[in-house]
């Protein structure tokens, strides 16, 4: 009898699923807390999806027959890793799958702070015409981007700065060799320094303890007031209420946000109310070809593990 893939997620997501599943495998798909996939979970050998907030003790007692847990997501901070250890069931992000699609948006960010360009976009609608006469815009070539933490996607980002001539300061708990900085064009600093020069602040880290809050009052304070902030990874690393005291006073010059403390971001979000912010609903990454790339990697998971071999992308902390 087949294996079962059990595949939960967006309707656009599970359309792309008959074309790039593998034979010998019986392949179901459920849309996200449907009666499809609570039916489906009991015989379920490989569950794939967005479906890092299913990672509970209740789900391996409702799945005992799992030997995959293949996220679609690059994140894994509301997945129970404690409950993922203990089940010795592989948990398995999606091997940078979404990264051109976050650097892109990324670099989105910046270019549109930097240029005003929603406000523009609304005076144009609004009958506004100023011509030559907009509000404060800037060029980023030649400008200094700092990147904090150079993953697969923050590397991304460099190479999508460079091309626009921007300087490259990057820094990241795991510093590169000097040949490899070489290589990519960038230097690393001290996050003070990081801080202190940039133009453009873009963080890519992941969401753990050490990352919580790690752009907080004080390191606001000794940013530039004509920085911008791109946040394309997780809303909590930076401290929301301080950085929108900060954007409201003056005291940066922008903001590009894809995440919030809060998702969906309640309606009384003071963010909403600035004029110096561009706004994202944590899309950067679910593109279409994304989303391809995220299923290829996790089909391609699910063979291996059925192969017999050791999954790829297994979660950092199951590791240790």
């Not at 449907?34 to 890092?52: C, D, M, N, R």
């Not at 996607?153 to 626009?164: E, R, T």
């Not at 989303?291 to 998971?301: A, Y």
Request: charged share 20%.
């Amino acid at each position: 009898m087949a294996e079962r893939v059990l595949v939960v997620g967006p309707k656009d997501c599970l359309a792309m699923v008959d074309d790039l599943a593998p034979k010998g495998f019986e392949i179901v798909k459920a849309l996200h807390n449907s009666p499809e996939q609570k039916a489906a979970l009991p015989g379920t050998h490989y569950f794939v999806g967005f479906i890092q907030q299913y990672v509970t003790p209740q789900l391996y007692k409702e799945a005992p027959r799992l030997k995959l847990v293949q996220m679609l997501s690059a994140g894994y901070d509301r997945a129970d890793l404690d409950a993922a250890r203990r089940s010795g069931v592989p948990l398995c992000a999606n091997g940078g799958a979404n990264s051109v699609a976050v650097s892109e948006h990324a670099i989105l960010l910046m270019l549109s702070m930097s240029r005003q360009l929603i406000v523009q976009h609304n005076n144009v609608k609004a009958g506004r015409w100023h011509g030559n006469s907009p509000p404060t815009v800037h060029e980023v070539r030649n400008k200094v981007l700092g990147i904090i933490g150079l993953g697969t996607i923050g590397k991304k980002v460099a190479k999508l700065a460079l091309a626009f001539g921007m300087t490259v300061h990057y820094y990241d708990i795991v510093r590169l060799k000097e040949e490899e900085e070489d290589a990519l064009g960038v230097r690393f600093r001290l996050l003070p320094e990081i801080l202190r020069h940039s133009d453009v602040l873009s963080l890519h880290v992941p969401l753990n303890d050490s990352t919580r809050g790690m752009i907080g009052k004080d390191e606001l304070a000794v940013m530039k007031k004509s920085a911008i902030i791109v946040n394309t990874s997780r809303g909590p690393v930076i401290d929301e209420k301080a950085m929108t005291a900060a954007l409201s006073a003056g005291n940066l010059f922008g903001a590009g946000l894809d995440v919030f403390d809060e998702e969906p971001t309640p309606a009384d979000n003071p963010l909403l109310q600035l004029d110096n912010v561009i706004l994202t609903a944590h899309l950067a990454g679910p593109t279409f070809e994304s989303n391809i790339t995220r299923l290829r990697n996790g089909f391609d998971n699910v063979q291996r593990v059925a192969r017999g071999e050791p999954a790829l992308w297994v979660v950092p902390e199951l590791l240790a």
